[in-house]
Nanobody, 126 residues
């Protein structure tokens, strides 16, 4: 079993920054990938970024390239999503998720991920 707890969401003005955290506990993560997804009201869950736990390889959706950065701290079992130059359209509930047996290519599909956190709200005011 894996537990994921997100934090760091909040209200920020357009152009501002936030750093989200995803603290993981439970099973070991040696073969895992951790992804960030988001879901705005009335929209489907959308992939944001993913990172492979053992080597730090990353994968980004086009929407976040150049603005978002995913990283991990192995000692703290925590994955971060640094979000800069935020826009109103970034407003959503952000979820982290774990793919315990990630393949060669990191996945952007929600169904690839086995465990999910409860989400943290990010609201960007224009």
């Amino acid at each position: 079993q894996v537990q994921l707890v997100e934090s760091g969401g909040g209200l920020v003005q357009a152009g501002g920054s936030l750093r989200l955290s995803c603290a993981a506990s439970g099973r070991t993560f040696s073969r895992a990938a951790v992804g960030w997804f988001r879901q705005a009201p009335g929209k489907e869950r959308e992939f944001v970024a993913a990172i492979r736990w053992n080597n730090g390889n990353t994968y980004y959706a086009d929407s976040g390239k150049g603005r978002f950065a995913i990283s991990r701290d192995n000692a703290k079992n925590t994955v971060y999503l640094q979000m800069n130059s935020l826009k109103a359209e970034d407003t959503a509930v952000y979820y982290c998720a774990a793919d315990l047996y990630a393949g060669v290519l990191l996945s952007a599909r929600p169904e690839s991920y086995d465990y999910w956190g409860q989400g943290t709200q990010v609201t960007v005011s224009s």
